[in-house]
């Protein structure tokens, strides 16, 4: 049976920009090519393809195949990072930089945004907000290694891809119910997660609702328990945002 957008896939991968390995699912590989970081976290990766976890170009490879194959594909720059926009760049004075005082290189956001700091003349910086892999060609070496097919095994790993945590969950009745302990409340940026994993369950799922059910323990809150979720790869295929005429306000 072929692969097609909706469907629930664990891969691993390797991709190359320039002759140079950027980034390995494989622990060992990574380690090999020196790219190894400890707060990566390794193994073969859940892809529900269609859903923009991936770049274009590489996410569509998968539609058509069947599990097992391996191969190689080389994604364009306009199916990949983009096309290098010069209307994405910005110059702004430097006392717009609350933060630190700025530098090349420097990573910088502003509403949303994030650039990347490729000169300063005087007081004059100019901020880049394109993509750094624009206008490069990817390439991805890949193995489909399994299908998903049982629907709470879709949904933890859903929770495990894009809310990075590990929860219990269960589907009673067509409906999806999350148990979270309460202390994840202090994360600010639980709430914006929340409601995005929720919109991804009920489309890819096809459920009729998702309960976020709170679970308090007594036990008493420490940093770790409320940290952010753990290190991933960017998703690096999402447009940038539109230019905006506010400055950065720091590094990011």
Do not use: C
């Not at 999806?176 to 009920?202: H, Q, T």
């Amino acid at each position: 049976m072929t692969l097609k957008n909706g469907d629930f896939i664990k891969i691993n991968y390797t991709e190359t920009i320039d002759g140079q390995l950027i980034r390995a699912t494989d622990a060992e590989v990574a380690k090999e090519k020196g790219i190894f970081d400890e707060e990566m976290e390794y193994g073969p990766r859940t892809i529900v393809i269609g859903a923009g976890q991936l770049v274009k170009g590489f996410e569509e490879d998968f539609i058509g195949k069947e599990i097992g194959y391996s191969g190689q594909i080389e994604v364009p720059p306009e199916q990949a990072y983009g096309v290098h926009d010069p209307e994405k760049t910005q110059s702004v004075t430097a006392n717009k930089f609350k933060d630190e005082k700025p530098h090349v290189g420097m990573r910088v956001s502003a509403e949303g945004k994030t650039g990347t700091v490729t000169r300063i003349i005087g007081r004059k910086v100019t901020v880049d907000f394109n993509h750094p892999l624009a206008d490069k060609t990817a390439v991805f070496d890949y193995q489909i290694l399994e299908q998903i097919e049982d629907e709470t095994e879709k949904l933890k790993s859903m929770i495990k891809t894009f809310a990075r945590a590990d929860l219990e969950a269960r589907i009673v009745d067509r409906d999806a119910e999350i148990v979270v302990p309460w202390e994840i409340s202090y994360y600010k940026e639980w709430f914006m997660i929340r409601r995005g994993l929720a919109d991804m369950i009920l489309q890819t799922l096809g459920l009729n609702e998702v309960r976020f059910v709170e679970k308090h323990t007594g036990q008493k809150v420490t940093a770790e328990m409320i940290s952010p979720p753990g290190k991933e790869p960017a998703q690096p295929e999402a447009e940038a945002a539109q230019e905006t005429e506010e400055a950065p306000e720091g590094s990011s």
